[in-house]
Structures are given as structure tokens and as C-alpha cells.
């Protein structure tokens, strides 16, 4: 009876043709993952740094505006005030 028992639990040391197959596709599989995975980080990548890059121009745009704000904000109030002592 051992022996029947042992024999049972014994694997098969074969490759089939199929097997390799399947490893050979899931290895390019994964490859293939691998590599597009790192495109669309590089994509992202040049994304995210076009929109730090517009960000940057849009704050200076805005400064712009801001002073002339206060600029022009200053200039009314100099005209109002000599429109009241008129």
C-alpha cells in the first residue's frame, strides 16, 4: 500500500509544448505591461511639466494684473479725492 500511495503523489517532470507556449505569452504579457506602463508615466510626466510651465506663465499674468489693479485702484481714489476737494 505505501508504494501505491507514493506513486499517486508523484508530479510529472514533462513540459508540454502548450506550457511553454503559455509561459513564453504570459512573460510577453507582462513585458508588454511593463513597457506601457512606463509610456504613460512618460506622457504624464511631460504633462505634468506643461502645466507647471503654464502655471508659471498664468502666475506672472496675474501679477501683472494685480499691480495694475492697485495701480489704477490708486489713480481712481487720487481722482476722487481732488473731485471732492473741487
Known amino acids: 500500500m505505501p508504494e501505491n500511495n507514493s506513486r ?3 508530479f510529472s517532470r514533462q513540459i508540454n509544448v502548450s506550457v511553454l507556449i503559455q ?3 504570459l512573460a510577453g504579457l ?5 513597457v506601457n506602463l512606463q509610456r504613460q ?7 505634468v511639466t506643461m502645466l ?3 502655471q508659471g506663465s498664468f502666475e506672472q499674468k496675474l501679477e501683472v494684473l494685480s499691480e495694475k489693479s492697485v495701480s489704477y485702484e490708486y ?12
Open 75 to 86: 489713480r481712481l481714489r487720487a481722482i476722487e479725492n481732488k473731485g471732492d476737494k473741487l
Open 52 to 54: 507647471l510651465q503654464c
Open 23 to 25: 509561459l513564453t505569452l
Open 8 to 10: 499517486s503523489w508523484q
Open 41 to 47: 508615466l512618460d506622457l504624464l510626466q511631460h504633462d
Open 30 to 34: 507582462i513585458v508588454g505591461s511593463y
